[in-house]
């Protein structure tokens, strides 16, 4: 009996590590930054879509980020998670005050990174998968934009 009891959570500790961690970004967030306050107003995530402006688009989580990716990429000191996930946006959409995440490019990557009550999305137009490293990013033409939002 105390061996099915430990096989039993070893195995409900096992698979709720192997869950994807789109979890923590999931829901519904407040445009907290002035660039989201003027650009995309608040944002909602599922585990395949987000919605902006009342639009709404695919997102195919590719990987959960790295630390490193992270602090690159979101300044991020403290401890918090993030993904980074393909979708399409395409340049022509017009989003609050008729802006566009990526100007005259198509918006194809989003990487996220959330902490507590805290999310920030980091949008790139390049069709190959943004290197989210801060000698890459200094000099990237591909970011789009950061763009701040809380519960």
């Known amino acids: 009996m105390k061996r099915f009891k430990l ?45 902006i402006n009342f639009s709404t688009y695919w997102i195919a989580q590719i990987r959960a980020l790295t630390p490193a990716e992270l602090s690159a990429a979101f300044g991020a000191d403290a401890p918090g998670s993030g993904n980074l996930y393909r979708l399409s946006i395409p340049s022509d959409k017009k989003l609050l005050h008729k802006g566009t995440l990526c100007g005259g490019e198509d918006t194809q990557w989003l990487a996220t990174y959330s902490t507590g009550r805290a999310l920030q999305l980091a949008f790139f137009s390049t ?12 000099n990237n033409s591909n970011l789009c934009g950061v763009f701040g939002y809380s519960r």
């Open 127 to 138: 069709s190959k998968m943004p290197v989210l490293t801060t000698e890459a990013l200094t």
């Open 7 to 51: 096989l039993s959570v070893v195995f409900a500790c096992s698979f709720s590590c192997s869950l994807p961690s789109v979890a923590q970004d999931a829901g519904y967030w407040r445009a907290a930054s002035t660039t989201a306050k003027h650009i995309t107003g608040d944002v909602a995530l599922s585990d395949e879509k987000i919605s």
